[in-house]
Antibody
Framework: EVQLVQSGAEVKKPGESLRISCKGS????????ISWVRQMPGKGLEWMGR????????NYSPSFQGHVTISADKSISTAYLQWSSLKASDTAMYYC?????????WGQGTLVTVSS | AIQMTQSPSSLSASVGDRVTITCRAS??????LGWYQQKPGKAPKLLIY???SLQSGVPSRFSGSGSGTDFTLTISSLQPEDFATYYC?????????FGQGTKLEIK
């Protein structure tokens, strides 16, 4: 069974750094791209970017380029989303998703709360 | 970036109704479009990929159509479990982009 398991909820202060994770299992991790999707409270879905775990090639949405970094460690089948300096506006639920035909598998989501 | 305009933003309907949601792309995207269902507090779920292909395990009352710039998701006979928010997503080119969502509510 294909599974994407994300790390747990985080509470951070503005200016702090953070890395959240998404561990894939039940399939060949390097054969499918992983994307990250943001959902701010009460709002819609926003595609942030994607990584090819086989070579760590990335694409970012212009809305997120330069503010987040997507990476992967294929040796442990894990993708990451990280911030070097969080803002209150980064408060949101973040999902990872595996792209097969489309985004057919999703993680359970990681809630990130940024508050002073 | 390709803009996806989804309509309506909300819709009230009754169990048994036939409903249609549309998505229009700002440029042609072939058939590189998926439809997703999201329930409160849950991750999105893929319903339709490649505009008209039913994802495994999804009930046949869901169907998709369209190509190029105009797409539709149809639910032939609404069931209680179908009340949720629906999104389209173009994966034709980067950045992939979602529609704004359609919240389907019980009338």
């Amino acid at each position: 069974e294909v599974q994407l398991v994300q790390s747990g909820a985080e509470v951070k202060k503005p200016g702090e750094s953070l890395r959240i994770s998404c561990k894939g299992s039940g399939y060949s991790f390097t054969s499918y791209w992983i994307s990250w999707v943001r959902q701010m409270p009460g709002k819609g879905l926003e595609w942030m970017g994607r990584i090819d775990p086989s070579d760590s090639y990335t694409n970012y949405s212009p809305s997120f380029q330069g503010h987040v970094t997507i990476s992967a460690d294929k040796s442990i089948s894990t993708a990451y989303l990280q911030w070097s300096s969080l803002k209150a506006s980064d408060t949101a639920m973040y999902y990872c998703a595996r792209r097969g035909y489309s985004y057919e598998n999703w993680g359970q989501g990681t809630l990130v709360t940024v508050s002073s | 970036a390709i803009q996806m305009t989804q309509s309506p933003s909300s819709l009230s309907a009754s169990v048994g109704d036939r409903v249609t949601i549309t998505c229009r792309a700002s440029q042609g995207i072939r058939n590189d479009l998926g439809w997703y269902q999201q329930k409160p507090g849950k991750a999105p779920k893929l319903l339709i990929y490649a505009a008209s292909s039913l994802q495994s395990g999804v009930p046949s009352r869901f169907s998709g159509s369209g190509s190029g710039t105009d797409f539709t998701l149809t639910i032939s006979s609404l069931q209680p479990e179908d009340f949720a928010t629906y999104y389209c997503l173009q994966d034709y080119n980067y950045p992939h982009t979602f529609g704004q969502g359609t919240k389907l509510e019980i009338k």
